[in-house]
Nanobody, 126 residues
Framework: QVQLVESGGGLVQAGDSLRISCVAS????????MAWFRQAPGKEREFVAG????????DYADSVKGRFTISRDNAQNTVYLQMNSLKPEDTAVYYC???????????????????WGLGTQVTVSS
């Protein structure tokens, strides 16, 4: 069993930056593919960014490319999402997810992920 706990969300102004974190416990996070998803009210959960266990493969949704950066610190069992140039449309609950699968690429589909955090709210005002 893997437990994921997100933190760092909050209310910011458009153009601001924010870094959210996800701490994993229960097993070594270094063996897992980690990803961030987000879900706005009334919308489906969407992929934001993902990173393989060794950091060699990273993927971003088109909507956040050039603005967001995903990284991980396996020694601290933590994955981060640095969000820059935030826009009101980035407002959502951001979820951390972990995938046990031995895949060559980061999966963008939520169904592939085995563990989920409860989410952290990010609100961007204009």
């Amino acid at each position: 069993q893997v437990q994921l706990v997100e933190s760092g969300g909050g209310l910011v102004q458009a153009g601001d930056s924010l870094r959210i974190s996800c701490v994993a416990s229960g097993r070594t996070v270094s063996t897992l593919t980690m990803a961030w998803f987000r879900q706005a009210p009334g919308k489906e959960r969407e992929f934001v960014a993902g990173i393989k266990w060794n950091g060699a493969v990273i993927d971003y949704a088109d909507s956040v490319k050039g603005r967001f950066t995903i990284s991980r610190d396996n020694a601290q069992n933590t994955v981060y999402l640095q969000m820059n140039s935030l826009k009101p449309e980035d407002t959502a609950v951001y979820y951390c997810a972990a995938d046990r699968g031995k895949r060559l690429r980061v999966a963008r589909e939520p169904d592939w992920y085995d563990y989920w955090g409860l989410g952290t709210q990010v609100t961007v005002s204009s």
